[in-house]
């Protein structure tokens, strides 16, 4: 298959944006710092696949009538909060297949307008309709984890402190400033024992990149190496109560297996990943689902300094959801992004030395998955 | 690229549905009869692809569940009226790029659950909101083409009167009865000249093929040759009140034109068509669009009987969206799966004797398009 070169990424910052401002103008203010990036003008963009889950019908075309690309073939892609990532993969397909050379690829979300409080779960979600929503789920995943694994709830919290620290060296994201231990333990209870600190926050936002074939960046003029997205996981899986350990994590596996398998890639040679932090619990838990660190270690490593910017794996040197903030269908884009700066060395204070090769993965759904949850790894290299 | 042969497909009726009648059901009756058509089984899909407006999010996952294909790559694709198409397209893309050799696309839609009288318009679409919706729109489209071409209030009516005509003898149609000329001009008016009949039901429904490439069809233990998608064109537009002629059909042109180049087609040879017919009128301006009737003569050739079965040009063998019905999320694949039958001389009453080549089109978004639509162009041979 042929590869899929980014060719410039961008985003606007994330945040809570007042109902003035539209979904349309985030899309957009993310197209136009890629396209600007990229060097890339609008002739230069053959098609636009855009990933949102609250956008509504043909958003998509919207954004693109307003960033001046109304003719192109343009379309839209959901898949919860991998919306972006699997966005992402569809151009990497028509890209592959040859239809296109230049592509744009947009996540975007205005959450704020929609969503007060938390995500409303679905009414055929029956485990959430009986109370096990998102962040039950994930206290009782966290509770397990600590029983099995002896692990504390600071070191949990410490993923909070880490997120937080690495993300106020990034200039999108929504929380810029550190957060201690102590803040985290003493936030606001939301289900025990995770603290408002340990939920990724609603935001809005948007991120972007123009994605090419190697004669796209002949015609954009590029000559310098850009990143390069190797391939792209999709699984699909249901998490139900009560059959197995919720901390089994077997979608991550299967994700991370597919996503080695399509790259050739050894996961031992992953030198940064953009994880799906939505809670705390979650980061520790799914890197240990990929493989990427020991089952029952993820913890420790947290406290050890192993996934911070500097340790074996950086993790989530954006801030992640915790900290970069989460417009659903903006996140597996944003992750994108933030590979892409780290692997071009232009992180700036949050740069991963000598980084070459970034997996980054997002899981859409509920934590209960009885409507099924999907889970994207995409794997960039230098 | 790779060429896509459908190996299977297959429908549930479409109609007005019971609350106690899901999304899920719908969409799994139709992946059920489509894989028990390919003599498919679970493990030979390798992928899912989902079209629909309004299903949700991860609706896709959820029918994957309920198929027991809950391990596999899951995607949801959206572009309105032409989600069913778009998915397929993907799907393409997937196969052609050489990911999979066997996948599964679903199209679905329960509409009477949600939509009460008629689709409402997208607050952000600002003609519509000005009292141009999709029903004002197309009455001008009538009145106009009418006072430009001379045709009749009658001859666009004959466009039902033929549709409903065909869909006597589509066991899937949401229609199944004729309809005199007189029936439709005496119904109920919705916006003058148009009256209830002109415009396509709620309806809800599915369709669904199984696809997949040469080595597919060996996996799947097909000999005999089956009829095989040679491209998908996408292009979207906006259609700006007051610029120009309402029934100039640029977004037409321009899906024809990328189709036709695409796959190498004379449109000269396309034997039979699935037109989105949502309105009498529009089956004539977008048949026009395409350039396969020329400009202005349209209503005449329907008068003139060569848009039906036996004709020199067959439009909605199926019955269309006027008469098959109109679930919008499942209305590409539906075409797709006409397309499929008659290819394969399986349309039993509808027939098109010697049906070699078929176009299916769609088109998605709103009449005034300042929110932007998308046509999608699917050329199927024999």
């Not at 996981?233 to 197995?244: A, F, M, N």
């Not at 910017?309 to 269908?329: D, E, I, K, Q, T």
Request: aromatic share 4%.
């Amino acid at each position: 298959m042929r590869t899929l070169h980014i060719a410039g990424a961008g985003m606007v910052r994330f945040g809570k944006f007042p109902a003035s401002v539209t979904f349309e103008q985030l899309a957009c203010g993310a197209a136009r710092a890629a396209m600007q990036d990229a060097g890339a003008s609008r002739k230069d963009i053959e098609a636009v696949f855009v990933g949102h889950v609250f956008g509504g019908p043909v958003a998509g075309q919207r954004v693109a009538v307003e960033l001046g690309l109304g003719g192109l073939p343009v379309s839209n892609h959901e898949n919860y909060c991998a919306s972006g990532a699997t966005a992402l993969r569809e151009a990497w397909l028509a890209v592959a297949a040859g239809l296109y050379e230049v592509a744009l690829v947009i996540g975007a979300e205005k959450m704020t307008d929609r969503i007060k409080g938390g995500v409303a779960p679905d009414p055929s979600d029956l485990d959430a309709m009986q109370g096990f929503i998102m962040t039950a789920g994930h206290a009782l995943s966290a509770r397990r984890y600590m029983a099995d694994h002896g692990a504390t709830r600071e070191q949990i919290a410490m993923v909070a402190v880490k997120n937080h620290e690495h993300s106020q060296h990034n200039p999108y994201a929504h929380y810029q400033n550190p957060v201690s231990l102590e803040q985290v333990l003493a936030a606001r209870p939301v289900a025990d024992p995770l603290g408002v600190l340990d939920c990724s926050p609603i935001s809005d936002g948007a991120a972007a990149a123009v994605v090419c074939s190697r004669e796209g960046l002949r015609r954009l003029g590029i000559v310098e190496a850009k990143p390069v997205v190797r391939g792209i996981g999709l699984v699909s899986g249901s998490l139900r109560t009560g059959l197995h350990d919720l901390n089994e994590e077997d979608i991550s596996r299967r994700a991370g297996e597919q996503a080695y398998a399509l790259t050739g890639v050894d996961p031992e040679d992953i030198d940064l990943v953009e994880m799906h932090d939505c809670f705390t619990i979650a980061e520790i838990v799914r890197l240990e689902g990929l493989g990427l660190i020991p089952r029952g270690e993820g913890a420790r490593w947290t406290q050890d300094g192993h996934t911070r910017v500097g340790g074996r794996l950086p993790v989530n040197a954006s801030g992640g959801l915790l900290s970069r903030g989460h417009p659903v269908g903006a996140t597996g884009m944003a992750q994108v992004c933030e590979l892409y700066w780290q692997l071009s060395g232009r992180a700036g204070g949050r740069q991963v030395r000598d980084a070459r090769l970034g997996l980054a993965y997002c899981k859409g759904g509920t934590v209960s998955g009885t409507d099924g949850g999907s889970v994207t790894t995409v794997v960039v290299s230098a």
